[in-house]
């Protein structure tokens, strides 16, 4: 068994409305049983305070945050603020987002150490296109992404790493069992020669297209120490098997 603890996070990317709280309920008492998993959700940042109020010892968190902690920013939101709201994590560097928002790997490494210094657990994601992967530069690739966007993981924060290749999100292809123990083992080498010991406690999770059917292999391969959940994540229907895979493991 490994020593460090699952963790599913669901990423509700910009879906989810009041009504859909009411999910949070039946996914917080699948958290509850689940004694050696951390689950969390992550709505859009119109429902992290709602969310947050009802979430039953599930951790609510956000899918974004500004490097800075309050200015001239139209339409960003800090980490403090976030804290504020409820949010006790934040994922950074989402590949959606280093495509619609150009976001460069110096910029999320500045938007995780935000988040960490004001002790939010931060989840960096990393991952290559379908091109990089026809090209055999996948492994490259994401050796570039960690090697720019992981910010010094010191602070209250936890920082935990993501691997989502950019074509396995929401398309139905996950990546095979073996491709994934390649590059998560690829980039546990590169935590441990970076951060030594502490690297190697660093969590680091799988995403992209991952469901109830397919959880428990993933989970059994080595350096997965979790999932970060799109679709899969919106309802409890489909999100509770997922942890339920994790608490079996
Ligand atoms: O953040 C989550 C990922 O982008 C995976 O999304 P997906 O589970 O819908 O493929």
Redesign the pocket.
């Known amino acids: 068994m490994s020593v460090r603890r699952k963790l599913i996070a669901g990423?509700w990317k910009m879906n989810g409305s009041r009504a859909q709280l009411a999910e949070l309920s039946a996914i917080a008492a699948a958290a509850r049983e689940a004694a050696g998993v951390d689950v969390a959700i992550c709505p859009p940042f119109t429902l992290i305070s709602l969310a947050a109020a009802r979430a039953g010892g599930l951790a609510i968190g956000a899918q974004d945050c500004h490097q800075s902690d309050s200015g001239a920013h139209t339409g960003n939101v800090s980490a403090p603020m976030l804290k504020e709201a409820g949010a006790r994590l934040t994922?950074v560097g989402?590949s959606e987002r280093r495509a619609d928002q150009h976001e460069s790997d110096a910029l999320v490494s500045a938007k995780a150490q935000a988040a960490i210094r004001h002790g939010l657990r931060t989840i960096v994601c990393v991952g290559e296109s379908e091109a990089d992967r026809a090209a055999g530069r996948a492994g490259k690739v994401v050796s570039a992404q960690l090697s720019g966007s992981l910010p010094d993981p010191e602070g209250d924060g936890e920082m935990v790493v993501a691997y989502?290749p950019i074509w396995?999100?929401?398309?139905g292809k996950s990546a095979t069992t073996a491709d994934v123990a390649e590059m998560h083992a690829l980039i546990r080498a590169h935590l441990i020669d970076n951060f030594g010991d502490r690297g190697g406690r660093i969590r680091i999770l799988y995403?992209?297209?991952?469901k109830a059917e397919n959880a428990a292999e993933l989970f059994a391969v080595d350096n997965v120490d979790g999932a970060?959940?799109?679709?899969?994540s919106l309802t409890a229907e489909q999100f509770v098997p997922i942890i339920q895979a994790a608490a079996r493991c």
């Open positions: 990423n994922i989402h989502e396995a999100i929401g398309t995403g992209g297209s991952v970060l959940v799109g679709g899969a």
